[in-house]
């Protein structure tokens, strides 16, 4: 019960302010406030605040997690999905929970907008951590497609499929979405040896609120790619930028993450610094539930 009145709080407080955004504070607001950007289009943050949300903040942080306007649980039939909105919706955050600066904590696709974010509101920043998030889109399509192919060699159903996405408008929904169907094949997502551990956080988060809260909206790629015309980013030159701007930034990623080449994860820790940098074993894209101790020591250590 008392679990259940902290979220109608949370969903009434972020509500009379901004658009119906669904947002929840973890830990204590004297702590160093750090924002969680979920990945997308068409995701949330459930699982992670089913998992890693409170033992983040147990850590000595001040952990807010939200759902972009139109997605998840920040339902707005009239959301355009566009990174401008994101930027608002983010502010928002900020604005509603009285927060002059933050760590962003950027998962996924929420690695592009907590980098754009953090280009162009550099006075709101802490510092910046991509934990498996994207940042050189089309070099991950590539790598994607180009496994797939070695993959499937021998089999010419798929290859033909392969060639069917290679011919698709590279700046659109369809594209993205049939690269991660293929990645999904080749199990990129997938962590090679399931820990005890990693089992349970899975088994704890399906089994709870959060997991039937785990809203999902199809249409959010596609009003993404109809209404932003940056669709398709290499964000190298703006991370550059962000670090000669003395922005403090983190990158930790699985090893197994199959959706990044050797290059774009050498391309990364170049950029941030190799002490900034954390590749962890056996783990891939959601990190923060595969290895989430070693996910929380690093964020602990850097954070601090």
């Known amino acids: 019960m008392k679990f259940l009145l902290s979220v109608l709080f949370s969903l009434f407080l972020t509500s009379v302010n901004a658009q119906n955004l669904y947002s929840k504070a973890y830990g204590n607001k004297k702590n160093p406030a750090v924002i969680f950007i979920h990945g997308g289009p068409s995701g949330n943050a459930t699982l992670f605040e089913g998992t890693t949300a409170q033992k983040l903040a147990d850590k000595g942080f001040y952990v807010i997690a939200y759902d972009r306007r139109g997605e998840g649980r920040s339902k707005d039939e009239d959301a355009t999905m566009t990174f401008k909105e994101s930027f608002e919706d983010l502010k928002q955050v900020y604005n509603t929970y009285k927060i002059k600066k933050a760590h962003i904590l950027a998962h996924?696709?929420?690695g592009i907008i907590g980098t754009l974010f953090t280009s162009q509101f550099p006075e709101k920043m802490r510092s910046l951590t991509l934990a498996g998030a994207l940042f050189t889109q089309q070099e991950t399509y590539d790598h994607i497609l180009k496994q797939a192919k070695e993959y499937f060699k021998?089999?010419?159903t798929q290859l033909k499929e392969i060639s069917e996405i290679e011919n698709l408008d590279k700046n659109s929904a369809a594209y993205r979405k049939r690269c991660y169907e293929m990645a999904s094949k080749l199990g990129f997502f997938d962590m090679p040896n399931p820990t005890p551990e990693?089992?349970?956080l899975r088994k704890e988060y399906q089994a709870g609120e959060f997991y039937k809260n785990n809203i999902r909206n199809a249409n959010s790629p596609i009003k993404f790619y109809q209404n932003e015309r940056l669709n398709n980013l290499d964000n190298t030159v703006i991370l550059k930028t962000i670090k000669r701007k003395g922005i403090p930034m983190?990158?930790?990623y699985g090893k197994n993450d199959g959706i990044f080449s050797n290059k774009q994860i050498n391309?990364?820790?170049n950029i941030v610094g190799k002490d900034n940098f954390k590749l962890i074993d056996n783990c891939s894209h959601y990190l923060f539930v595969d290895q989430q101790d070693e996910f929380l020591k690093?964020?602990?250590l850097k954070l601090k």
């Open 267 to 269: 391309d990364l820790k």
């Open 198 to 200: 990693s089992e349970n």
């Open 250 to 252: 983190y990158a930790v």
């Open 154 to 156: 021998n089999d010419p």
């Open 298 to 300: 690093f964020m602990e």
């Open 108 to 110: 996924s696709f929420g």
